[in-house]
């Protein structure tokens, strides 16, 4: 069983020692190079003004009609070159800080802004809201293996400011950084980026030690969206993190190919980079690419597939290759809802496999999600943890030294013995029998151990009713309500999210 | 020799070649074959058995949407030199869009292309459609089913808003309602007052043959 006591939030990013290089350099050239040409070929759409003036003062090739911008091959280099590879993911207190690029392995968050959940009480479907995003914060700040947050689920219950009552729910309730992917407009940007400089205690204080950021995704292929390049944009001016994702559904929105996909995928995320960092050199950005295919059945889409994730680990090596941090190897909670279902697990374990093994930098695993990350069961992610868990210890290798060569135990005991009665092994057999979930002592003696289902449960309910977040200041509790409060009634954001036209 | 032709403009779909089965109507036009004949006993049969090879599991998605376009192609020739009073035979008439403050195309293109592949005539309205918007192609179409599509929490309620404009045009009657989208639920679909909600594509056809009691 998982001790469960009250303790401070912490991390544990997983580092591997094991390590996968999918692409040798000529292929990483040829991908890059694909991308270039696409950029400077064919052109990425920015529909939107201001971008498009920004690009055609800095020297791209911009049609106003068309919304089409083609990035010289040069002046992609001239600003790619500022991203920074290494920078810090900030939570509230440094120990909370996800080290990008710096060598601590990979950084797991809760992903999300998903429309559904699991009823923890009756175990019904229904629509999310703003209270689950508050009880799902508070599971990942007591959780280690979360890095970072992203609201998991949205506030179905609150109109067009939902995002930002996504994040009032997270800053409230959860210590680490806090990212969204759901503040798609230049209003709302404005907004969140106001709740995080009272969080952080001042604009300044937030650049300085930045606690929030934003991932957006471009739409497949060659696109991007108004909405989300709007809000980019404030978040360049400010000088905090920003993400672009490209989520290429092989054959579909991407070539059938993984490397053609890879293709149109980096010139999309690429083309943000560029973008933000002609507002504001070295800005902070990130990649993340997002293979997938269709079910050729169904039309369904379909998140976790060996094919795809081989191209999302992929995609790590040409991130890097273009000094940029990238969330790589996803899980995405399998096909269908069903706790012990076979086919969740099997994927699950080899995409986190493939994530740390990879050198991704981020990744969202541990988040209780089912059915390509629509649906939320919280007691989920205490099998992810399991699964996390278990990819530590095999990504860990097996240390070979004086002591673990145990020579002088095994003279010690010789023939017949037995290493149980050892001091050395009552220590170690902490390290070899981990916590979990899965090996609780059964209450029917019919079984072997319990449902796992059940332990998780239990696990949740204890953190949601005794964790404590440590609490922000009620002046700044207050000072965020007010912000979110203005928003609801902010006329100008509600036409800017309607109208999207 | 127009069962020739027929054959062949059958096969052109079958194969999912769209040049060919352009090249064809032009061909069977100028041989002055009956454009509905070549509509039914050509075009209908191909789509027809590129259906069947789909249900059999012989064809995946790529190939039904090949085929479908191979007939959109040559349907281009030839509905326009149907005869007047000459009318093709459809499975039924969808109007489909997303919805108000929607941008989200794909899996509503996909539910379109699905439906045209199974017989229906399909006035694909685009994205980020008004209900005024599907309010005027039904009248214009005499549409007999309308499916809308949302992809977002906060446009979903656009589905409901769309239910009762239907109903406020005196159209409720003459059209079954179809939602779906990724927030979107069997229940909600109830909810709303919604006639269906299909989770994907294939399902989507499926409704749509079952709301208007087509044979399947």
């Known amino acids: ?501 | 020799m127009s069962q020739e032709m027929f054959d062949k403009l059958a096969q052109a779909v079958i194969d999912g070649e769209s040049e060919d089965a352009e090249a064809l109507a032009k061909q069977a036009l100028e041989q002055k074959l009956d454009p509905l004949a070549c509509i039914t006993n050509g075009l209908t049969v191909g789509i027809q058995k590129t259906g069947e090879l789909f249900a059999s599991g012989e064809y995946y998605l790529p190939e039904l949407i090949i085929g479908a376009d191979a007939m959109k192609a040559a349907m281009q020739i030839l509905e326009p030199a149907l005869l007047s009073g000459q009318e093709r035979e459809v499975t039924g008439t969808i109007v489909i869009g997303t919805v108000e403050g929607d941008l989200h195309e794909i899996g509503k293109t996909l539910v379109g292309t699905m439906m045209t592949a199974n017989g229906f005539r399909v006035i694909d309205l685009g994205t980020d459609i008004p209900s005024a918007d599907f309010i005027d192609a039904v009248k214009e179409s005499g549409a007999n089913l309308v499916g809308a599509s949302a992809l977002l929490t906060t446009t979903m309620l656009q589905q409901e808003k769309l239910i009762s404009s239907l109903k406020d045009a005196g159209l409720r009657e003459q059209v079954k309602v179809m939602v779906g989208g990724a927030p979107v639920t069997a229940s909600y679909a109830k909810q709303i007052g919604a006639d269906g909600y299909a989770e994907d594509a294939i399902s989507a056809v499926d409704l749509a043959m079952r709301l208007i009691d087509a044979p399947a």
């Not at chain 1, 989520?247 to 059938?256: C, D, N």
């Not at chain 1, 003696?445 to 289902?453: G, K, L, M």
């Not at chain 1, 998780?456 to 912000?483: C, F, G, M």
Request: charged residues 25%; proline residues 6%.
């Open chain 1, 1 to 501: 069983m998982i001790k469960l006591e009250e303790k401070k939030a912490s991390i544990k990013p997983i580092k591997s020692k094991l390590k996968v290089e999918v692409l040798n350099k000529q292929e990483i050239d040829g991908i890059n190079q694909g991308a270039r040409s696409v950029m400077q070929d064919i052109g990425i759409i920015f529909p939107s003004k201001k971008a498009l003036n920004i690009f055609a003062e800095a020297g791209a090739e911009v049609d106003f009609e068309t919304e089409v911008v083609k990035l010289p091959a040069d002046l992609v280099e001239k600003h790619l070159k500022k991203a920074p590879r290494a920078y810090d993911l900030c939570g509230r207190r440094p120990e909370l800080d996800a080290k990008l690029g710096q060598d601590k392995g990979t950084h797991y968050f809760t992903s999300g802004e998903a429309p559904k959940i699991v009823d923890f009480e009756t175990g019904e479907r229904r629509l999310s809201v703003k209270a689950d995003i508050a009880n799902m914060a508070k599971v990942a700040n007591y959780l280690d293996i979360v890095s970072l947050i992203w609201p998991t689920v949205s506030a179905s219950d609150k109109g067009v400011a939902a995002p930002l009552h996504g994040l009032e729910a997270c800053f409230n309730n959860n210590e680490k950084h806090i990212q969204t992917e759901s503040v798609m407009d230049e209003v709302s940007a404005k907004y969140a980026i106001e709740m995080a400089s009272v969080v952080a205690g001042s604009l300044e204080a937030l650049k300085e030690r930045p606690l929030h950021s934003i991932l957006l995704c471009c739409i497949q292929p060659l696109a991007q969206d108004r909405g989300g390049i709007e809000s980019a944009m404030v978040y360049a001016e400010a000088g905090l993190p920003i993400g672009f994702m490209s989520m290429p559904t092989l054959g579909l929105t991407g070539p059938p190919y993984s490397a053609g996909s890879l293709v149109t995928a980096f010139a999309e995320v690429l083309s943000g980079v560029v973008l933000t960092q002609i507002i504001n050199p070295g800005t902070p950005n990130f990649v993340s690419i997002i293979p997938s295919l269709l079910n050729p059945r169904t039309g369904a889409y379909f998140m976790g597939s060996s094919p795809a994730q081989i191209t999302s680990a992929s995609a790590v090596q040409i991130a890097h290759s273009n000094g940029l941090p990238i969330t790589a190897c996803m899980s995405f909670g399998g096909s269908q809802w069903k706790l012990n279902n076979w086919q969740i697990g099997i994927e699950n374990s080899w995409v986190h496999l493939l994530t740390v093994m990879s050198g991704a930098d981020m990744s969202f695993g541990p988040s209780g999600m089912y059915e390509a990350v629509s649906l939320l069961d919280m007691q989920r992610i205490m099998f992810d943890r399991e699964i996390v868990q278990a990819i530590d210890i095999i990504s860990d290798g097996i240390e070979v030294n004086e002591q673990t060569l145990a020579l002088d135990m095994i003279k010690k005991i010789g023939h017949h013995g037995m290493y149980l009665s050892q001091k050395e092994t009552a220590k170690q057999t902490r390290k070899l029998w981990p916590p979990s979930i899965l090996f609780e002592p059964p209450t029917n003696s019919e079984e072997r151990y319990r449902n796992p289902v059940d332990v998780a449960h239990e696990t949740i309910e204890w953190i949601l009713k005794n964790h404590k977040p440590q609490p922000l200041s009620d002046d700044v509790r207050k000072e965020l309500r007010k912000i979110v409060d203005t928003a609801d009634e902010d006329e100008t954001l509600k036409k800017e999210v309607q109208g999207a036209k």
